[in-house]
């Protein structure tokens, strides 16, 4: 009897009673001819039983184990490669059966093949890949897949999933206490700190200040950060009834009304709010014959007079959801509070969504898929949450990510912002969806083992006074600066003024609400730099002096901020991961607040992308200066951790290019058809080779984590440009021509990468196989990184990673045999990745396929205690691993990533 989904089964029951196991014939096999019957049998059983589906693994192990029995070498489930002699086929055979029933036909089809086989040569087990080398199938089989009763997806081999009894709750953490120190014990890291001891100092006492008056008058730093379950709507009580409160912060302002569907906009007068001692407006409307006097997903607004005696009406600085009618300009608050709870993981229009799914452990090292959920269609539209559920995270999942980074969550009134223009701070974009698509979507996510990051935006926000929250009560200074410190120049904006208690109010419950209601794991916070500085980054060069960050130029209030939302989070949900954009380097940056630092898990390393635009506009590749290349992707401070991206949205936007259009430019238009299918060009033979090879240098030497932005892993032609009018630049006043509000730009073209016949699905496949390295062995989050050859005229950079040694030969026509490269240990090494296996588009000069064993001796080179030597090709990267854990055949099994060469799941497997 056999488990499978927690009940016993037998092998009948598995496969289904009216089907075979076997079917396989000399005519259709995939299995080379000459492959011995004993492979056949144990191949043909992977078909039936999937052994990445773990409920499966018990029953494979049990046939494999048949054969491991009479081999010279064991096999596993792993491996299924090795020789065998026929007289011990009819033996391997029944004891198979014995396991597993085989068809009768089938069976003698079987036999047939095994007996063309030469008794007495032993013959080696040849490819099994079908005809798309870019996706491997299993033998074919008519073994009913729901008959297992496996919920687990064949990609779970290399992405687990998560399990789930019932409804998530979430356990929090608690709030660490202030540490007794001056601020300065993040100098431990680096002692040439003690020259801005003061600054330091000064911060830190100001931070523990503002926590102490938090606590002192606030109730605790905990009550003080869900601002979002007293102001905005909430469901409470009054006097005993039953109702909603509603609560506005606004001064200035001298009446205020509720106003919106529920009373025809126009206020009766119980539906003017009372302002208490603080400036807070407070309501209170009573339920209506045991329903809400505001009903689900109606509209709202506040009508108010602002200090200068002007009526307006505005959103709700604290609502949940904001919309926008088809045949309206503006938006209007929407009171979202379904009257029902759902089940776990229902998704019901007039039901809360309830999470079922837990939050995946912290990775080791994260690989981020940055997106944008409107334009993840291949359709010229706008898409929705749920269709970028459905459609795109089975697709990230399958590429070997295991963070998303989402962008443009927070609601914008103006599409063409890339959601970084934020108008109602509490509300996800109502152009996906609902709030409980959002939900939905993050819990699938969840499901599938990756990690979810939004995008948020703290750095400023809309001038937008009909749809935002910018002179709300009628003054520039409610949340803002006032004055000119209020706006910024560059990006038509306002600027947040930190120093304000109500604004921190807003801005940490704003952090811990998207976290608590939507359970994001953490946040990439946008244009840290431009909080940071006064002169916001801009007409400013950063040389590494520490006056540049310590001094008059910084905004204390901000960087406070910053500390104090790195504490909340990281001690609330220990799992956060928080992601700065600072393109300063300030030091501390990336070191806990505890020791004084800013508290970022991560910096986002934005010179390199910078610095492969600078080296792509030089058309010639000579000029290309290895030294330069690997000063900028290790220049990072030590112990401050780093996301390292080739490029990112920024290099993706109209006016910029990509690294494939920086390459291949006009050619991708007429060029990019495998051969035979169209016409070649040596100008994209050359840009698909270093696409790769800059993609494969950047995760391996930029940062302790890496990120991709949507698309540009298969390298999408052309650039991304949102449907908008003409209009004119803030910063210089010149004309900025529109696109007649076409979505022809703002799309991902998949049906290209997903083509047989176009080079897309080349640098796709390279990148999939990138991201499930690491997987294996670890090498983003390794310890040991050591650079041992930048050469210049060889153009060649040699570096050590983990257990792997990276070789890549930049020069345009140079191939180098019996090249010698140093590494740490001795041993044997081979090929686990070739950028130029003929599944990434290269010609197979060096390929995982041709198995040689590299023998590292204790020949000292480059520094390097050991050496080894190879052969590199011409514009072609390769990556070398200890040959125990090396497989030619690793890619040709089920669940194998095409070219690919590890064995199983490598040494240090992590999702």
């Not at 043909?44 to 010279?72: C, G, M, Q």
Request: hydrophobic fraction near 35%.
């Amino acid at each position: 009897m056999l488990k499978f989904g927690g009940q016993l089964k037998t092998p009948a029951q598995v496969r289904g009673n009216n089907s075979p196991v076997l079917r396989i014939s000399p005519a259709t096999s995939p299995v080379n001819r000459n492959q011995n019957l004993e492979t056949t049998l144990v191949i043909a059983s992977r078909a039936a039983i999937d052994p990445f589906k773990s409920e499966s693994r018990e029953a494979l192990d049990a046939i494999t184990s048949v054969v491991s029995n009479r081999r010279r070498k064991p096999i596993s489930t792993a491996q299924t490669v090795g020789v065998v002699k026929k007289p011990e086929v009819s033996f391997v055979k029944e004891e198979v059966e014995s396991i597993l029933p085989v068809d009768e036909s089938a069976e003698a089809e079987v036999i047939r093949e095994g007996e063309a086989l030469n008794e007495d040569v032993e013959s080696p087990v040849n490819s099994l890949a079908t005809e798309d080398p870019l996706n491997p199938s299993p033998l074919s089989t008519s073994v009913d897949e729901k008959a297992l009763e496996v919920p687990l997806e064949r990609a779970d081999y290399w992405s687990p999933g998560i399990e789930s009894e019932g409804e998530f709750v979430e356990a929090y953490g608690a709030l660490s206490s202030i540490p007794n120190h001056d601020g300065t014990e993040c100098f431990k890291w680096d002692n040439t700190l003690w020259s801005a001891a003061s600054h330091f100092k000064y911060r830190w006492n100001l931070f523990k200040n503002l926590r102490n008056a938090i606590d002192q008058h606030e109730g605790g730093f905990d009550k003080f950060s869900q601002g979002y379950k007293i102001y905005g709507f909430n469901r409470g009580e009054h006097n005993g009834v039953q109702g909603v409160w509603y609560r506005e912060w606004a001064p200035a302002a001298k009446a205020l009304a509720l106003v919106g569907e529920f009373n025809k906009w126009t206020p009766s007068d119980s539906h003017w709010a009372f302002k208490n001692q603080f400036g807070v407006w407070e309501l209170f409307l009573p339920d209506q014959n045991g329903k809400s006097a505001i009903p689900h997903r109606s509209k709202v607004k506040c009508r108010l007079e602002t200090a200068s005696g002007e009526w307006v009406d505005r959103i709700p600085a604290w609502v949940k959801w904001a919309t926008q009618e088809w045949n309206e300009v503006q938006y209007n608050g929407v009171y979202y509070e379904p009257p029902q709870k759902g089940e776990p993981g229902e998704l019901h229009p007039d039901k809360s969504y309830v999470f079922k799914y837990g939050r995946p452990d912290k990775p080791r090292a994260l690989r981020i898929y940055e997106c944008h959920v409107g334009m993840s269609s291949s359709e010229p539209k706008i898409n929705s949450y749920t269709e970028f559920k459905r459609d795109m995270l089975p697709r990230i999942r399958d590429l070997g990510y295991n963070a998303i980074q989402i962008m443009a969550v927070q609601e914008h009134a103006y599409y063409a912002s890339f959601g970084y223009h934020v108008t109602n701070f509490f509300a996800p974009s109502s152009r996906f969806g609902t709030p409980d698509e959002l939900k939905a979507l993050i819990d699938e996510a969840h499901r599938l083992g990756l990690v979810v990051l939004m995008d948020i935006v703290h750095s400023h926000a809309s001038k937008n006074t009909n749809d935002g929250i910018s002179m709300f009560d009628g003054t520039d200074g409610m949340y803002f600066h006032g004055g000119q410190r209020g706006y910024h120049w560059m990006w038509d904006s306002r600027c947040f003024n930190y120093g304000n208690w109500e604004t921190l109010r807003f801005l940490l419950s704003n952090s811990r609400w998207w976290m608590d209601e939507y359970k994001f794991d953490g946040y990439r916070f946008d244009g840290v730099t431009s909080m940071m500085y006064h002169h916001h980054g801009l007409s400013y060069t950063f040389s590494g002096h520490y006056n540049e960050y310590f001094g008059m130029n910084t905004d204390v209030d901000a960087v406070v901020y910053l500390m104090l939302v790195n504490n909340l989070l990281h001690d609330l949900f220990p799992k956060c991961i928080t992601i700065g954009e600072d393109v300063s380097g300030m030091p501390a940056f990336c070191r806990p607040w505890t020791e004084g630092g800013v508290g970022f898990d991560y910096r986002l390393q934005m010179a390199i992308a910078d610095k492969w635009i600078e080296l792509m506009k030089k058309h010639d590749d000579m000029a290309w200066e290895m030294g330069n290349v690997v000063h900028t992707l290790t220049n990072r401070r030590y112990a401050e951790s780093c996301v390292a991206y080739a490029e990112s949205h920024d290099q993706a936007l109209v006016g910029d290019k990509t690294i494939a259009f920086w390459l291949m430019d006009k050619d991708m238009y007429d060029c990019m058809a495998v051969v035979g299918h169209g016409p070649t060009s040596i100008i994209v033979d050359r840009g698909v080779a270093l696409h790769k090879m800059i993609r494969m240098i950047t995760i391996g030497l930029g940062g302790e984590s890496y990120l991709n932005f949507m698309g540009n892993e298969f390298g999408h032609p052309e650039w991304i440009d949102f449907p908008r009018v003409d209009s004119y630049d803030p910063s210089t006043g010149k004309f900025v021509p529109g696109n007649h509000g076409s979505f022809h730009h703002c799309r991902r073209r998949w049906d290209l990468c997903d083509s047989p016949i176009l080079k897309y699905r080349y640098l796709h496949a390279f990148d999939r196989a990138m991201c499930h390295l690491d997987k294996a062995f670890g090498f983003l989050s390794a310890a040991h990184t050591y650079v041992s050859r930048k050469d210049e005229g060889d153009k060649l950079v040699v570096f050590e990673r983990g257990d792997l040694v990276f070789v890549f030969n930049f020069h345009p026509t140079n191939s180098y045999k019996e090249y010698r490269v140093g590494c740490l240990q001795a041993g044997d090494y081979k090929v686990v990745l070739s950028s130029d296996e003929d599944v990434f588009g290269g010609f197979k000069n060096v390929t995982k396929d041709s198995d040689v064993t590299f023998q590292a001796t204790n020949y000292q080179f480059d520094g390097r205690p050991c050496s080894f030597q190879v052969y590199s090709p011409a514009r072609t990267c390769v990556v070398y691993a200890p040959a125990e854990w090396c497989d030619m055949d690793g890619d040709r099994l089920p669940g194998g990533v095409p070219g690919l060469g590890v064995k199983g799941l490598g040494p240090y497997f992590s999702p």
